[in-house]
């Protein structure tokens, strides 16, 4: 949306603002020649540090220039410490490094390096992805030419210098975007704001900008030299500010978010104890008579211990916070919309301060119980693994409440020496102090990692008829349309046992997953990315859908591995059919033979059928950490560092022709299926 220039031309722009402009863009790039001639030339006083800046300037360049381990090097004396808080920058720079190594065809040197530098990131999960592109690399002859070329490209490589020079300027607790950068930044937000929120009243704010211009102008604040005139106000209609970018974005794209999500638990506050005093407190007087005494003696039915001493009551014990799989749940998307999740605190001892004998604990509040989708895993937010929630019933314990306090007791002078054990449920903090309080309950920030429980995948470019299939095999009802990437997000459905084969086989049942559909580049972020593909992991067979109809089936079906491939090349090594759709098509029918030849000859004999599953991730029960470990593992447990030609992974156990949709030879299909399920479950 554009303003009407009248808005903004009567606004008056000192000089001195402009020059501060220009001298922080100079500062910020390294300019230094430029920044001198201009600071002079201008009358101005030369404030930067310009031997700061020579040095981060050489940073720069030999980031740049592929000199990655002296960056790394002079950074390291010139901000210790830098890189060992910034683990993703040095994670970066690292890479750089090694895909310098990649391109001047250093491969052994290039695997060396990876093994000893990049290896151990490849425990987080965050740079596996990552460390599988980068490897990838390796695949090439010439990896300029790979799907991943954009990681050899310059830009790259200046986006790592950027993100380094902006690392060592926010060390130097200098603004790491220059005040253009900034001013350009702004706008946009502003821009966009203004196009979304078109009804509404922004009020942004660019005073920021120019407390970045100068660490010490905002001790100018109060004589409003500089900010008068820089707030920039657009109001459009209403009085209220745009909601945050992404709090809606889980409902216009469920499929990006309904398998991720972060979210905060807190367990309840213990109760509070009490302090009580006895009844009676002050010492029986001589003129009490024997009758008053006696009555005294007599209310003192206190709950004892088994060595006498009192017992007091407690407060309740604060909800514990646990999580479990509910196979009624079919995604996280409800996370996106509530993220915080708090048990109830333990009740208070109730009491009006003085010790009775039916006194009672404070009431033990419920454990808070949070149903997630089958095949959750849950995760600290700092990355350690808790639990993998893939069958019904699976629970995990993720937020303790709190301890009751206990009750103290007054005790009067004249009894103290009578009672020095007086309760044996007192309790000590770690300062050794004695606790009234109920104890806080723990919160925990926890990621959730949907990884859907299915024995069988089916995968295939978009509109090959994966959809159509479940529908004709289950009883789940995806939607089916002929443009692409209608399935968003993965659909299951559940295949019953074969009641022809008796009771004793019937077990051949299981559960299908229509992921949505692979294109060439997917792992670049291409159609719907690859994300997806983690809902593979648990599956112990593959179903690749091919449309036999198309211009190039058996393109389509490589297209297709070589994405799997990328992702994980694990994937290629579990046991899988081919069902060639569409075969009520003349020109699929006619080719069915040739393609089923083709097809047949990419691959190679599978060797130990059953061995070949129970390897990688399939038996992913235990960690995702392991998992995660296995994919990269691969990379360099391998003996041989080749990274093997389609042909070279085991071809499928069958190729089928069929029409899911008019439903020609389903049943030689369904029969295959269930061939396979019986030998791999
Ligand atoms: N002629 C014919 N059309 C089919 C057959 N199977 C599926 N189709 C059609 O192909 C189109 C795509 O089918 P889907 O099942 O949505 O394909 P998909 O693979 O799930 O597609 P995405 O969800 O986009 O990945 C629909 O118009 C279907 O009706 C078949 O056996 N024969
Ligand atoms: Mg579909």
Redesign the pocket.
């Known amino acids: 949306m554009d303003i009407d220039p009248r808005q903004y031309e009567d606004i008056a722009v000192n000089d001195n603002d402009v020059h501060s402009i220009v001298m922080s863009y100079l500062a910020h790039s390294c300019f230094t020649d430029t920044l001198e001639s201009f600071t002079t030339s201008m009358g101005m006083n030369q404030t930067a540090n310009l031997e700061d800046m020579e040095k981060r300037k050489r940073i720069y360049h030999l980031a740049l220039e592929g000199s990655v381990l002296k960056a790394i090097e002079i950074t390291d004396q010139f901000a210790p410490d830098l890189l060992e808080k910034n683990k993703d920058l040095h994670f970066d720079l690292l890479s750089l490094h090694f895909v310098g190594l990649v391109c001047s065809r250093k491969c052994t040197e290039a695997l060396e390096f990876a093994q000893a530098k990049l290896a151990p990131f490849g425990k987080v999960q965050k740079y596996v992805e990552k460390l599988e592109d980068f490897m990838a690399l390796l695949a090439y002859n010439e990896p300029e030419k790979s799907p991943m070329f954009h990681l050899l490209s310059l830009e790259y490589r200046q986006q790592v210098a950027d993100s380094l020079n902006r690392a060592i300027l926010a060390n130097s607790n200098l603004p790491s975007y220059s005040a253009v950068e900034r001013l350009m930044q702004q706008t946009t937000v502003v821009r966009q704001c203004l196009s979304q929120e078109s009804r509404r009243v922004s009020s942004i704010c660019f005073e920021r900008l120019f407390e970045e211009l100068e660490p010490s102008a905002s001790q100018k604040r109060n004589s409003n030299e500089i900010y008068r005139g820089y707030t920039v106000k657009c109001a459009l209609a209403k009085t209220r500010m745009p909601p945050s970018p992404a709090s809606d974005a889980y409902i216009r794209e469920p499929h990006k978010y309904f398998d991720e999500v972060v979210i905060t638990v807190r367990a309840g506050d213990g109760g509070h104890g009490a302090v009580l005093s006895m009844p009676n407190q002050k010492a029986p007087s001589k003129s009490q008579g024997k009758f008053d005494r006696d009555k005294t003696k007599k209310k003192a039915s206190y709950k004892r211990d088994f060595d006498g001493s009192i017992i007091l009551p407690m407060g309740g014990h604060g909800g514990d916070v646990v999580l479990y799989a509910d196979e009624s749940k079919d995604s996280l998307l409800e996370f996106h919309n509530k993220s915080k999740h708090k048990a109830k605190r333990g009740g208070n001892v109730d009491s009006m301060g003085v010790l009775t004998s039916h006194m009672q604990n404070g009431a033990t509040s419920p454990t808070l119980r949070i149903p997630v989708p089958l095949g959750t895993v849950v995760k600290l937010k700092k990355g350690k693994f808790l639990a993998d929630l893939a069958n019904p019933g699976d629970e995990v314990l993720v937020a303790r409440g709190g301890q009751g306090g206990i009750s103290l007791l007054e005790v009067p002078e004249y009894k103290r020496k009578q009672m020095t054990t007086l309760t044996t449920n007192i309790m000590r903090d770690a300062t050794d102090k004695v606790l009234t309080f109920g104890q806080s309950g723990e919160e925990v920030s926890l990621q959730l990692i949907l990884r859907v429980v299915a024995d069988v995948g089916l995968v ?12 004709a095999i289950t009883h789940a009802r ?10 968003l997000m993965p659909n299951l459905g559940r295949l019953d046992g074969d009641p022809s084969l008796g009771a004793d086989k019937y077990s051949s049942e299981a559960t299908l997953a ?4 692979l294109i060439e580049g997917a792992h670049l972020g291409k159609g719907l990315g690859r994300n997806f593909l983690r809902h593979l992991r648990r599956t112990r067979l593959l179903v690749h ?1 091919v ?1 036999a ?1 198309a211009e190039d089936p058996v393109g389509d079906y490589r297209t297709v591995k070589e994405e799997l491939r990328m992702y994980n090349p694990e994937y290629l090594d579990r046991p899988y059919l081919v069902v060639l ?5 003349p020109e699929a029918i006619d080719r069915l033979p040739t393609l089923t030849e083709e097809i047949w000859k990419i691959g190679c004999e599978r060797i130990s059928p059953k061995c070949d599953t129970s390897s990688g991730d399939v038996t992913e029960s235990i960690s995702v950490d392991e998992s995660q470990k296995s994919d990269f593992s691969n990379w360099f447990s391998a003996k041989d560092q080749k990274v093997k030609e389609l042909e070279e992974y085991p071809r499928p156990l069958a190729v089928v022709g ?5 439903r ?1 030879k389903v049943n030689e299909m369904l029969k295959a299926i269930r061939a396979a399920l019986r030998e791999f479950l």
């Open positions: 295939g470019l978009p509109n090959a008829g994966k959809s159509t299939l479940l529908a995806p939607d089916i349309a002929d443009y692409p990437f209608t399935t229509d992921l949505p559909g859908v449309d109809a759709n569409k075969i009520d098509k069929v029409s899911v949709l008019k020609i």
